[in-house]
């Protein structure tokens, strides 16, 4: 788990690389370092959850996806980021968090329907 969510931080610095032209890394890093919280805690929580038991009930996987999303997002990462550079949490910040798992769910949902059928 933790080599795939290491991998999705590299794969973004590497695009970083890629696409600047004065690559810098500690701007870099410092952009995508949370997500690796994100992504280590979004998938923990995943299989703690036991999620792939509601197989046949894809509302109760949007719903708990949604959840496990939020608090991955908003705890882990927020967290995260507010440790390390002092990042501000906001009311909007979270608002737009909330907003973006409830799409992030309902996009999963609509692929995991049309593989299933």
């Known amino acids: 788990m933790a080599k795939f969510n290491i991998s999705v931080v590299g794969f973004r610095i590497l695009i970083d690389v890629i696409t600047q032209n004065n690559f810098d890394w500690t701007p870099s890093f410092q952009a995508h370092f949370s997500s690796f919280f994100f992504y280590f ?19 109760i996987i949007g719903l708990i996806g949604i ?6 997002e908003n705890l882990v990462e927020l967290i995260a980021q507010y440790i390390v550079l ?11 968090m909330i907003i973006i798992a409830i799409s992030h769910s309902i996009i999963v949902l609509s692929f995991f329907n049309m593989t299933t059928n």
């Not at 805690?41 to 509302?59: D, E």
């Not at 959840?67 to 991955?72: C, D």
Request: glycine residues 6%; hydrophobic residues 40%; aromatic residues 14%.
């Open 86 to 96: 002092g990042t501000t949490i906001t009311l909007a910040t979270l608002n737009g």
């Open 67 to 72: 959840t496990i999303e939020i608090l991955s």
């Open 41 to 59: 805690t979004f998938s923990c929580i995943f299989y703690v959850a036991k999620v792939n038991r509601f197989y046949n009930r894809p509302l």
